[in-house]
């Protein structure tokens, strides 16, 4: 047997965890900034704020690796709509770093002040980050590697932030509910598709 005759497979094992993952960090963050509003205010410095806003930080790099995920497992399954893949890909990392930017003003405001973000960062930012996975989900959808309902719910939950931050938790809720039955698809090298969980 050579090695052209091993059947080569792609699968991302790590897919899910890591979408899942993402979605309990931003409820993390939801909840402490619930607690650290309690007086009416937020406490910027105070272990709330930070802790929160490390939380949130870490939940986009994750989110930035479900994009990346989602984009290879999308481009392996099915490559006939590979701009597609790679523009709503592109589109979601560059809002991924525009929020990361935006946390890393908040936990250090010398670095805001030495480089305050833009406002197309503070307004483009989060759409094109919410642009960008949601397309991904939908043609995750198209090949049956999530239920219709999931980007749904994750437009549900981004929508529920977006009017109101203080509605975080339920957003990351519905957010953790869409991503949650996503499954991974390994391709042999029959070109026949190979369930993973």
Excluded: C
């Excluded at 899910?16 to 993390?28: D, E, H, K």
């Excluded at 219709?148 to 009017?163: C, E, K, R, T």
């Excluded at 996503?182 to 029959?190: D, I, M, Q």
Aim: proline residues 7%; glycine residues 12%.
């Amino acid at each position: 047997m050579t090695l052209t005759d091993t059947p080569r497979r792609t699968s991302y094992p790590w897919l899910r965890p890591t979408g899942v993952t993402a979605s309990l960090l931003l409820l993390g963050y939801g909840l402490l900034r619930l607690v650290d509003r309690l007086d009416g205010q937020s406490d910027k410095g105070a272990w709330a704020w930070n802790t929160g806003h490390t939380l949130f930080l870490f939940g986009i790099v994750a989110f930035g690796a479900l994009i990346v995920g989602l984009h290879g497992l999308l481009r392996t399954v099915s490559p006939r709509l590979r701009a597609v893949d790679d523009i709503a890909a592109v589109a979601g990392l560059i809002g991924a770093a525009g929020f990361i930017f935006v946390i890393l003003g908040d936990l250090f405001p010398r670095f805001a002040e030495a480089v305050p973000p833009p406002d197309v960062v503070l307004l483009g930012g989060p759409m094109l980050f919410e642009l960008g996975l949601l397309a991904l989900l939908v043609r995750a959808v198209v090949l049956r590697l999530l239920p219709l309902w999931g980007p749904v719910l994750v437009l549900a939950g981004f929508v529920a932030i977006a009017v109101d931050l203080d509605l975080l938790p339920v957003g990351a809720a519905l957010v953790f509910g869409g991503l949650f039955p996503l499954r991974t698809r390994a391709v042999g090298s029959e070109g026949g598709p190979d369930q993973a969980a």
